[in-house]
């Protein structure tokens, strides 16, 4: 794989300073035109061998473009911010809005060939990173990221003599580190374990590009004409790219739903609910105090039909905690900036650390439910964001996240009731909407969309409970027992594997 960047590519000063104006013209221009359009975001990968030009060649394209569009990002040890959250949230955040270009040192490659080749993990662990890698990118792609994945090699003997040069040199010996010395012990285990990524991640939609790095002309023309060739081809692309045909998901033969078969009827006496509420209220204060807590964060979603009561479970929740405990995320139509980044990111950024619980009032599940039923998004989008959402959760469960999921049901009648209701009470009114009303209109089909978004999302690491949600004081009582329960669990599971 790495053949061809060992045969001593070079490229004479002559043609080189002939090549390079109109190739630094061409690279403002399409930079400008990424801007002006907004359409996609630039992602570049810079990986490889120490020594081999990765940091001489992306401080020349900030001079040949516009440095203020790019952003560059590296990635070293993780902060105590960072190793309290999931291991892709460092790069979650850090990614560059459309219209813009992010550079990234230091990135999801780096840490996983690194700990491979120092030994901190076996191959069954590089393979799971490497899987994540390609899940995480393709998602990015989907969401419209363009990537580039440059691998800047050298052979051993070139690297060896590149670092003698730079230490006898007495203007660049500073640039110098123990690391590049170290490469040179590891250099076997680095190129076959980086060879191994390469080969299993090199797709049609972020193929990598490996530059022999010994001649700086020769390298920096390369990645130069590379990110040139791929973007023009980009910004020429049809603004909706072609969908490929998609098997539907398929109706219910019989009429019988998921939600047609909850039982809604189930109701709670005042003196029992106050009873239990009071008992599930401290239950969950004592819960999240546990000293096994603190290798945990919870997260709660909450869906539901309008009015099925959403906001009056989640105050009971929080009137238990201390506010200095929780966050509770309000998710409404996205802004501007979140509209610039991938559908997850905003929520990705709402993320808790450990020990710490977020509410999320609706949620990323927003794309297989209004926006699927409004047409907010296209077919293609929704029936991705099922998998992309399973990816994400199971994400979360693997960095000790607990997760919770609700999604509180009514009965169209006793939502017209709680309408007309809020109607007549001042500062209930707003409240409603004529969103609301008109989303009446389309009962059917929020079933539907509830049944499929159930059938693909409820699974053993992230479940989904249905409450039944025509009497509040028994849907309260259920959400905060099946947070609780969801809290027992993780901690008994603690227990048991010796954590703590």
């Given at each position: 794989?790495?053949?061809?960047?060992?045969?001593?590519?070079?490229?004479?000063?002559?043609?080189?300073?002939?090549?390079?104006?109109?190739?630094?013209?061409?690279?403002?221009?399409?930079?400008?035109?990424?801007?002006?359009?907004?359409?996609f975001?630039?992602?570049?990968?810079?990986?490889?061998?120490?020594?081999?030009?990765k940091?001489?060649?992306?401080?020349?394209?900030?001079?040949?473009?516009?440095?203020?569009?790019i952003?560059?990002?590296?990635?070293?040890?993780?902060?105590?911010?960072?190793?309290?959250?999931?291991?892709?949230w460092?790069?979650?955040?850090?990614?560059?809005?459309?219209?813009?270009?992010?550079?990234?040192?230091?990135?999801?490659?780096?840490?996983m060939?690194?700990?491979r080749?120092?030994?901190?993990?076996?191959?069954?662990?590089?393979?799971?990173?490497?899987?994540?890698?390609?899940?995480l990118?393709?998602?990015l792609?989907?969401?419209?990221?363009?990537?580039?994945?440059f691998?800047?090699?050298?052979?051993?003997?070139?690297?060896k003599?590149?670092?003698?040069?730079?230490?006898d040199?007495?203007?660049?010996?500073?640039?110098?580190?123990?690391?590049?010395?170290?490469?040179?012990?590891?250099?076997?285990r680095?190129?076959?374990?980086?060879?191994?990524?390469?080969?299993?991640?090199?797709?049609?939609?972020a193929?990598?590009?490996?530059?022999?790095?010994?001649?700086?002309?020769?390298r920096?023309?390369?990645?130069?004409?590379?990110?040139?060739?791929?973007?023009?081809?980009?910004?020429?692309?049809?603004i909706?790219?072609?969908?490929?045909?998609?098997a539907?998901?398929?109706?219910?033969?019989?009429?019988?739903?998921?939600?047609?078969?909850?039982?809604?009827?189930?109701?709670?006496?005042?003196?029992?609910?106050h009873?239990q509420?009071?008992?599930?209220?401290?239950?969950?204060?004592?819960?999240?105090?546990?000293?096994?807590?603190?290798?945990?964060a919870?997260v709660?979603?909450f869906?539901?039909?309008?009015?099925?009561?959403?906001?009056g479970a989640?105050?009971?929740?929080?009137?238990?905690?201390?506010?200095?405990?929780y966050?509770?995320?309000?998710?409404?139509?996205?802004?501007?900036?979140?509209?610039?980044?991938?559908?997850?990111?905003?929520?990705?950024r709402?993320?808790?650390?450990?020990?710490?619980?977020?509410?999320?009032?609706?949620?990323?599940?927003?794309?297989v439910?209004?926006?699927?039923?409004?047409?907010?998004?296209?077919e293609?989008?929704?029936m991705?964001?099922?998998?992309?959402?399973?990816?994400f959760?199971?994400?979360?469960?693997?960095?000790?996240?607990?997760?919770?999921?609700?999604?509180?049901?009514?009965d169209?009648?006793?939502?017209?009731?709680?309408?007309?209701?809020?109607?007549?009470?001042p500062?209930?009114?707003?409240k409603?909407?004529?969103?609301?009303?008109?989303?009446?209109?389309k009962?059917?089909?929020?079933?539907?969309?509830?049944?499929?978004?159930?059938d693909?999302?409820?699974?053993?690491?992230?479940?989904?409970?249905?409450v039944?949600?025509?009497d509040?004081?028994?849907?309260?009582?259920?959400?905060?027992?099946?947070?609780?329960?969801?809290?027992e669990?993780a901690?008994?599971?603690?227990k048991?594997?010796?954590?703590?």
């Amino acid at each position: 794989m790495f053949e061809s960047a060992e045969i001593g590519h070079a490229i004479d000063d002559d043609t080189y300073e002939k090549q390079l104006p109109a190739l630094r013209e061409a690279l403002l221009d399409v930079q400008y035109e990424l801007k002006q359009q907004s359409r996609f975001p630039v992602i570049i990968l810079i990986n490889g061998i120490e020594g081999a030009g990765k940091g001489e060649t992306v401080k020349l394209l900030n001079e040949w473009m516009d440095p203020r569009l790019i952003e560059v990002r590296t990635f070293d040890k993780q902060t105590d911010e960072e190793l309290a959250r999931p291991p892709a949230w460092r790069y979650w955040r850090q990614l560059p809005a459309k219209g813009r270009m992010g550079v990234f040192f230091g990135n999801w490659y780096s840490q996983m060939i690194q700990g491979r080749v120092h030994g901190d993990f076996n191959d069954a662990v590089l393979d799971q990173a490497i899987g994540d890698a390609e899940r995480l990118e393709q998602m990015l792609v989907d969401e419209g990221a363009l990537i580039f994945k440059f691998w800047f090699h050298l052979s051993k003997k070139q690297m060896k003599a590149r670092l003698k040069a730079l230490q006898d040199d007495p203007l660049h010996s500073w640039r110098l580190s123990p690391l590049d010395w170290k490469q040179t012990d590891t250099y076997d285990r680095f190129v076959r374990f980086g060879e191994r990524v390469l080969r299993r991640t090199s797709r049609d939609y972020a193929p990598w590009h490996v530059i022999e790095g010994v001649d700086p002309n020769y390298r920096s023309l390369v990645v130069g004409n590379i990110l040139l060739e791929g973007l023009q081809a980009a910004l020429k692309a049809p603004i909706e790219p072609v969908r490929q045909p998609i098997a539907p998901l398929g109706e219910s033969i019989d009429g019988r739903s998921l939600l047609g078969s909850l039982d809604l009827s189930q109701r709670l006496e005042k003196d029992d609910y106050h009873q239990q509420l009071i008992e599930e209220q401290a239950r969950l204060a004592t819960l999240l105090r546990h000293k096994r807590m603190k290798a945990h964060a919870l997260v709660a979603v909450f869906e539901g039909n309008d009015a099925a009561g959403k906001g009056g479970a989640i105050r009971r929740v929080a009137a238990a905690l201390d506010p200095r405990q929780y966050a509770i995320v309000p998710v409404a139509a996205p802004t501007q900036d979140e509209l610039a980044q991938p559908y997850l990111w905003r929520f990705w950024r709402h993320i808790p650390a450990r020990g710490k619980f977020t509410v999320f009032d609706r949620s990323w599940y927003g794309r297989v439910l209004v926006e699927r039923v409004e047409g907010f998004c296209s077919e293609t989008d929704w029936m991705r964001a099922y998998s992309e959402i399973n990816d994400f959760e199971e994400q979360l469960s693997e960095a000790g996240i607990i997760v919770v999921k609700f999604w509180l049901a009514i009965d169209e009648k006793t939502q017209l009731e709680r309408f007309k209701a809020r109607e007549k009470i001042p500062f209930k009114r707003y409240k409603i909407t004529e969103d609301d009303w008109r989303n009446r209109d389309k009962w059917g089909l929020y079933r539907d969309a509830v049944g499929d978004m159930v059938d693909r999302t409820s699974t053993e690491i992230a479940p989904w409970t249905l409450v039944a949600a025509n009497d509040k004081r028994s849907a309260r009582v259920q959400v905060l027992r099946t947070i609780n329960d969801a809290i027992e669990a993780a901690i008994k599971k603690d227990k048991k594997g010796g954590k703590g």
